[in-house]
């Protein structure tokens, strides 16, 4: 049985067509990750036309968005990459928010076998979500670009293999 299998270091994003759907809202936060996410995509031979980069209100409408992509805006896509930030407040809704999109972005990606890159930071505290924004602790928007990368390659492998 063949073996599918794109090591990151080896990050080709040459030919595929990649979507990147950011919440404005937390855009201290949103705003670098959507930087890493792109550095990684042209860093990985990625053409700055097959890049589309779309904003969307907020966490909650990331799912709609990603969907609108496939429907409307770049069917052809190979990956989307999905971006925000919740932050815990005094109530509860973070965990129905984050559950609620990560079910759908999950939901979406096996129904289209189209990777979906979860890039949602979830977090407590806003020095928490900038310490994965490009702080200490990285860039969550780059680690997702590049996990769209690899997903869409590994698919498209899996697509072309021939099959004895």
């Known amino acids: 049985m ?3 299998r794109q090591e990151s270091a080896d990050l080709d994003a040459t030919n595929l067509r990649v979507a990147v759907v950011t ?3 937390h855009g201290d936060v949103t705003g670098p990750l959507l930087s890493g996410a792109t550095e990684t995509f042209l860093q990985a031979g990625g053409l700055p036309d097959n890049l589309v980069c779309l904003t969307c209100p907020g966490a909650w409408e990331l799912a709609v ?3 609108a992509v496939r429907e409307h805006v770049h069917p052809g896509v190979d ?3 999905a971006l925000g930030c919740v932050i815990r407040g005094e109530t509860t809704h973070d965990r129905w928010i984050n559950q609620a999109v990560c ?3 999950a939901a979406f990606s096996v129904q289209h ?3 979906v890159s979860l ?3 979830t977090c407590d505290t806003a020095a928490q979500a900038a310490a994965r924004a490009g702080g200490a602790r990285g ?4 680690e997702a670009m590049a996990a769209a990368i690899t997903q869409a390659n590994l698919i498209r492998a899996m697509r072309t293999a021939v099959t004895p």
Do not use: M
Not at 139 to 142: E, M
């Open 2 to 4: 063949p073996e599918y």
């Open 79 to 81: 990956a989307i990459v």
């Open 139 to 142: 860039n969550k928007g780059a």
């Open 119 to 121: 890039g949602l930071l």
């Open 65 to 67: 968005s990603v969907a």
């Open 113 to 115: 076998v189209i990777p």
């Open 23 to 25: 919440s404005s809202y």
């Open 103 to 105: 079910q759908s972005l």
